[in-house]
């Protein structure tokens, strides 16, 4: 007989993640990001609501374990060198604006009787933004490497480091005793953890994840990621570092290996599992009797907020000489109450102080106005742009110089490229190829060898698995014109056809495959040209490729032809016999022509060409439709489009990024 362990909290677990799964599709059906949906689905099944999930102590631990997690990745995503960069707006803006906000509040309580400590440890609960939201946000929409980015991450930066300060400051402020030496201590150990991070970037793990890469082991790639991520954290926790900074400084760790990019598709699942959790447990925390019984208190406050930190957080940006527009918008995206003043808030009750001198009553307005101003951020952080080109119209535009000052990464988006994955023998003849026409394309491996003779050879090439989104991201999949998957491991075909197709439904996808019974179920799930045979591999993705450039034909043949005459000697041979593969004719209507198919399923079929307005609304134009072995050119607006035809369109890749709706099946949705 087996007994059954019953585990005290599954129940709870099992409510949470229901509930924030019903309400999170809900807010996505509605066009709202998921952050919100999580905050809603916290006060839902919060003590102080439902009680699906009265216990919080769990959840708290989780929702630690997804802060974590976030800053973290959002540290892979920077480097060191980013970071120099921004020292200024890091030193100037972000102390600007904690010190005046801080100050700020403390007047205006002052004047109503509050006493000063209460007032400073007001100031401090409302000087702090949310790291979590806000750089969860602008990592969702791509946004990290803008202007705004990175003078919001900036600024939270410095509010990070000044919590190490604000909590050492609550015994004082309390009353209690603390001396100045240790104090100093304190801040001594953080400084020395952050020359420790340092040294570990440039030395140390770029060497260990180089040796872990090497092994072509997934599971110990994600191993020693996740081990350098928690290390860092505990060293800080050591040194009575904030845990945020922590995992923010273990992400740079990372960041500055060849390899941060797979390290961060590896732990984004994670993150994605833990960060919903913590936005559940701010949510559980709000009391939503109170928010009924004062909503104008609470609105007023919120309102207050919002206006004093987009007025001071945009005033220390233009001190520094960045245009209103950009610290107008930057301004509104910090414009919240954040996560870890809910850890100042408990470190002062458990001290004697709470907001405002006002004990209970002063803890729920804190805990619900915080609520709220997360759950407007996303709609702050749109608003942003709109405000801030609203002011640059003004006479605040003479306060600063209307040049970004900040340069985001200048780097060069792909579009209309090809995508190789595997940089085996067809994948290096196709490089060599595609250089010499002048196509643009990038290459996927996940050998660290071949990656560093890429680079050394400037190659564009990204290290990862293409297996995961995130890789396909970077490589621009959205915008791809060809997906070639010439890789040495056929297993991992179905999944990169399967993520390529869904997430560009225009794409063209070529395989290569060793095996003839393997075609069919390839081409169910999204190859265009599966390829099986061995030396004839190279010469078929040859020309496929260059005939979706609109490489005349007659060149692309007499080409194959000498390279079957030569014996693929060609192929086989020097890079110097290469220049015999040198094609002509290559052109802007070679690179935005796309041959799109018509899926079972997809919204575009059964529908005319004249219902999908595809010129009117993407710019595009459909040049010809192929059907069975009929070609239809120039189609009318009444033709109805079938499945299984393939439309030659002809628009930028935008355009095509754009339609991709209308081209994904519900199976790819």
């Known amino acids: 007989m087996v007994l059954a362990v019953e585990l005290p909290f599954l129940n709870e677990l099992v409510a949470l993640f229901l509930v924030s799964v019903g309400i999170a599709y809900l807010c996505y059906r509605l066009k709202l990001v998921p952050i919100v949906g ?176 090497k092994t072509r082991k997934r599971e110990l790639f994600l191993l020693t990621v996740v081990a350098i991520c928690f290390g860092t954290v505990a060293l800080s926790s050591m040194a009575n570092v904030s845990l945020a900074l922590g995992a923010f400084m273990a992400g740079l760790v990372v960041s500055e290996s060849e390899f941060s990019e797979q390290a961060l598709s590896e732990i984004l699942p994670l993150r994605t599992i833990f960060n919903a959790v913590f936005f559940v447990s701010v949510g559980m925390l709000l009391d939503f009797s109170y928010v009924l019984e004062y909503p104008l208190i609470l609105l007023g406050v919120a309102l207050f907020v919002i206006l004093l930190k987009l007025v001071i957080t945009s005033a220390g940006l233009l001190t520094l000489g960045y245009p209103i527009r950009i610290a107008a918008a930057s301004g509104l995206a910090l414009a919240q109450i954040g996560e870890f003043s809910f850890v100042l808030e408990r470190a002062g009750r458990l001290a004697g102080l709470t907001p405002a001198g006002m004990g209970e009553p002063g803890s729920q307005i804190f805990i619900a106005v915080s609520v709220l101003l997360m759950i407007v951020t996303p709609f702050l952080l749109n608003a942003g742009p709109a405000l801030g080109t609203t002011l640059a119209r003004t006479p605040l535009k003479k306060l600063s110089q209307e040049s970004d000052g900040l340069q985001a990464d200048q780097k060069k988006a792909l579009e209309d490229h090809v995508i190789i994955v595997g940089y085996g023998p067809a994948g290096r003849h196709l490089v060599q190829v595609l250089h010499k026409t002048g196509i643009p394309y990038v290459v996927i491996e996940m050998n660290p060898e071949s990656v560093k003779e890429m680079k050394a050879n400037n190659i564009p090439a990204i290290y990862g698995d293409a297996g995961r989104e995130h890789i396909l991201e970077l490589a621009g999949i959205a915008t791809a014109k060809l997906c070639v998957i010439a890789t040495n491991a056929p297993s991992a075909s179905p999944r990169i056809i399967s993520l390529a197709r869904h997430n560009n439904p225009t794409l063209q996808i070529i395989v290569r495959t060793r095996y003839l019974n393997e075609v069919d179920r390839l081409e169910e799930l999204g190859a265009d040209n599966v390829i099986p045979e061995e030396m004839e591999t190279t010469v078929r993705i040859f020309s496929h490729v260059l005939g979706a450039y609109m490489i005349p034909q007659d060149e692309i043949e007499e080409h194959i032809q000498t390279l079957r005459a030569h014996d693929y000697e060609i192929l086989r041979g020097s890079v110097q016999e290469a220049h015999l593969m040198v094609l002509q004719g290559l052109d802007e209507e070679g690179l935005h022509t796309r041959a799109v198919v018509v899926r079972e399923g997809a919204p575009v079929a059964g529908k005319t060409l004249q219902e999908l307005q595809l010129r009117n609304r993407y710019n595009l134009t459909v040049l010809t439709v192929r059907r069975n072995d009929k070609t239809f050119g120039n189609p009318a607006g009444d033709f109805r489009l079938e499945p299984g035809d393939r439309l030659i369109m002809v628009g930028l890749a935008s355009r095509f990024a754009e339609c991709a709706d209308l081209f994904r099946t519900p199976l790819e949705s």
């Not at 003078?151 to 919590?163: C, E, P």
């Open 38 to 213: 999580f905050l809603i689905a916290g006060v839902i099944i919060g003590p102080n609501a439902l009680a699906l999930v009265p216990d919080q102590e769990l959840v708290d631990i989780l929702a630690e374990i997804g802060v974590i997690l976030l800053l973290f990745t959002i540290g892979i995503e920077f480097s060191l060198e980013k970071l120099n960069r921004i020292r200024k707006a890091i030193l100037v803006g972000g102390g600007f604006q904690v010190t005046l906000t801080t100050l700020a509040v403390v007047g205006l309580l002052s004047a109503f009787g509050v006493s000063l400590s209460s007032s400073i440890y007001t100031g401090f609960l409302v000087a702090l933004s949310s790291t979590a939201i806000v750089l969860g946000l602008f990592s969702q929409r791509n946004e990290t490497d803008t202007p705004t980015g990175q003078l919001s991450l900036a600024v939270l930066i410095f509010q990070d480091l000044a919590i190490i300060v604000m909590v050492l400051l609550i015994p004082i402020l309390a009353g209690q005793s603390e001396s100045t030496l240790d104090l100093l201590l304190i801040l001594g150990k953080a400084v020395l953890l952050i020359v420790l991070v340092i040294v570990l970037a440039r030395r140390i793990v770029p060497w260990i994840l180089e040796k872990v890469a």
